[in-house]
């Protein structure tokens, strides 16, 4: 995979066949709920089907109405594997982990004052 820049600050990716290939298997397993707009869903199959042709694993968005909500109803019925990450609510590293582990799992040892 080959990343360009623009303005030599945010890696892009180009939009190629094989990512459009994959949109198209998306958008057919999409379901689309009536009252989102075709035009902002498309886009954003295809920000999702990048992401599954380059093996991206997650996906971090504000977008809670539209990525989000399609890119987990695709992962939750096996289409996908990438996982998207909603930011609306502020970022918790714990999203990064595929379990949610928060911390290492270990309880503070009790000292006694004697």
Not at 10 to 36: K, M
């Amino acid at each position: 995979m080959r990343l360009s820049t623009q303005n030599d600050m945010v890696p892009t990716i180009p939009f190629n066949i094989p990512h459009s290939i994959e949109s198209a298997r998306l958008w057919n397993a999409l379901n689309r709920d009536s009252g989102d707009a075709r035009a902002v869903v498309r886009d954003d199959v295809k920000l999702m089907a990048q992401a599954v042709h380059e093996s991206i694993p997650f996906i971090l968005t504000e977008d809670a109405s539209t990525l989000y909500k399609y890119c987990e109803r695709l992962r939750n019925t096996g289409v996908i594997h990438t996982r998207a990450i909603k930011l609306a609510d502020g970022f918790d590293s714990s999203a990064l982990r595929e379990d949610g582990q928060s911390g290492f799992g270990l309880e503070s040892p009790e000292f006694d004052d004697e």
